[in-house]
């Protein structure tokens, strides 16, 4: 009897992540194109890029390849909390992202990702915190070592495991089955056409 196979889920950090916004959903064409276009980066066959459109934005996720090896399934971190918030059907909820020089903004509608900003670690004050609190319904705290947060608060070690376990259809997967993507880059769209004479 042959086993099942088990699938690796993953999650990569922000840290290593790329995330841009873009009015109004467009062409998959200009969303290569305008993504390294708004970020500086030459599209050299290294970065992972995927999307996904609502109805006023088109999101983009961009990571480096050698970030996402080996893995099945991996997700970037501010889509995680998708399943977290799945029963808030309209609220406007955040989750913030303590890192070691500044805090992450994740934004949701209910479970729908909205946006992620990044402010420093010395914006985050009492004022601030009071302002939080009258524009969101739900607001949590990912590892905020420094207790500078009244929210509830989540060690990620232990809380993003549980996430991944229940997270079986996210908007992003960095290694879907599709495997790449050299056909839907840019820079190589643009070298066949080359090719072709075109």
Do not use: R, W
């Not at 305008?34 to 961009?62: A, C, I, W």
């Not at 990912?142 to 908007?171: A, E, H, R, W």
């Amino acid at each position: 009897m042959m086993s099942k196979k088990v699938i690796k889920k993953d999650f990569l950090v922000y840290e290593k992540l790329l995330y841009i916004k873009f009015a109004n959903p467009i062409s998959e064409d200009e969303i290569l194109k305008k993504s390294f276009e708004e970020l500086g980066l030459k599209d050299d066959f290294s970065y992972e890029l995927k999307y996904f459109q609502d109805n006023s934005f088109t999101h983009v996720f961009l990571c480096k390849y050698e970030d996402i090896l080996d893995i099945d399934y991996i997700i970037p971190e501010p889509l995680l909390f998708e399943v977290y918030f799945k029963n808030d059907v309209n609220s406007e909820n955040l989750a913030l992202l303590f890192k070691e020089k500044y805090i992450v903004l994740v934004e949701y509608l209910g479970c729908d990702f909205q946006n992620c900003k990044v402010i420093p670690l010395n914006v985050y004050d009492k004022i601030y915190e009071e302002k939080l609190k009258n524009t969101y319904k739900h607001i949590i705290s990912i590892d905020d070592t420094q207790n500078l947060s009244s929210f509830d608060k989540f060690n990620s070690k232990i809380f993003y495991q549980k996430l991944l376990k229940n997270c079986d259809q996210v908007k992003v997967n960095f290694t879907n089955k599709e495997k790449i993507n050299h056909l839907k880059s840019f820079s190589f769209k643009i070298l066949l056409a080359f090719a072709c004479g075109v």
